[in-house]
């Protein structure tokens, strides 16, 4: 589909903040606490990129670009996380979405951005333009009584408020998890920085943190944090909001769920920001005893943008192994190339292979790269997906390669 004369895509000014947030309230509905209007010393926020499509100089859809860091097998890869997309309703289905896309797209990969991500409102808006679901960020609903079971943990470790000087161990508890993920945000850049008075004290966003120790004075080790909110009331339709519980070890997990278990007078739900599903995956859940839960899932989608500088950033297993891959997919010209993967002492190189010839290799549409590199889904389900072809032989060193990792995320934009 070709674009009218008229259209013109570009970076946002200030001048377009008010038909931008306009639109933006048209689509997501009007906040209960809308955010003040911006000045322009503070404008764009901090590590967001804004987007516009005008048509005859009307603002006619947006987007944000979040520039953040993210994990991804062992490594912080530059990210950008798209957010707030945006077409005004009579101009929807003309065609606006891919080139708006495209050209924020293009500025991400020549910023250094060498993955992309975002949560959808209808995953088929995006695969057209290469993203694919690889996980979810998902709202947890346990009825506190389920929780009453939690044995005692055992080690010395116990539960304690956290202060603002605990706030740096909490960021390393994030870290240490995170960092053996794919998908959760760094938290190194703003917004996602856990900042001291917005995790405790009079201005915080939680009524506590609870932490997990174990040892005392000068050797206390903290093992895992949960930041709550208590919210109003005190029968058993209220809910304990939390919107992290990250432990080390499992008697940290048991002391931060027995924490949230003694509320059961005067709560009768706790609600945990979580990701992976409720099999399991989110590993503090292995030490309760009931499965008793709802769970909403907001999917997290992933698109590639560096192929080499995603897979070669990655810290692997040290096995030694060379697959020769290639990207095919028409919907991502940017994307296709053919490939030769090489794996060595825990590195990958990739480099590419200018005598590759069709269906001569292991061969990924961007979402069998997304889902497979990911470590989603294994190659062979990629396949019955219609996400990958060419010669099987390599699959099971792609998913050794890639498999180790679960993704998780646990930061919404
Ligand atoms: C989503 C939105 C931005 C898409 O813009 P649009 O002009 O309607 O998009 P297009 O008609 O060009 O469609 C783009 C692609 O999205 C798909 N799509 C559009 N709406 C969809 C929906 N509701 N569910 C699934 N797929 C959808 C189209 O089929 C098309 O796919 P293709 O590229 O594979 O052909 C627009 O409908 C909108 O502003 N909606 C309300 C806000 C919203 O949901 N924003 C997304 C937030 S993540």
Known sequence: MSLAASIEIRRSTFADVPAARRLGAEAFGVSTRPSPDPDPGSWPSPNVRPWVATDHDEVVAGLGVRSFTSWFHGARLPTAGFAGVTVAAEHRGSGLLRPLMAAALAEARDLGDVVSTLYPSSAGIYRGVGYEVVGAFEDVRIPVAALAAVPRPAGGVRARRATAADVPAVRRVYEQWASAQNGPLSRGEAPFIMEADEMVGPDADYTGV???????????????????????????TNTIEVDDLVALTPDAARALWRVLASFASVAGWVQVCTSGGWSGVDVSRLVLPDHAATSVPRPYMLRLLDVPGAL???????????????????????????????????????????????????????????LTWAGAQSTANARLAGAVSGPAEHDAVWDSLWGGRQVHVRDYF
């Open 210 to 236: 609870s932490l997990a120790v174990s040892g005392a004075g000068a050797d206390e080790e903290v093992l895992g944090f949960a930041s709550w909110s208590r919210g109003p009331g005190y029968d058993r």
């Open 312 to 370: 070669g950033s990655s810290r692997v297993a040290p096995v030694t192994a060379r697959v020769r891959f290639a990207v095919v997919d028409p919907r991502t010209p940017d994307l296709e190339g053919a490939w030769t993967l090489e794996a060595s002492v825990g590195a990958v190189r990739v480099s590419p292979d200018d005598a590759a010839t069709p269906g001569d290799r292991l061969t990924f549409t961007s979402a069998g790269l997304a």
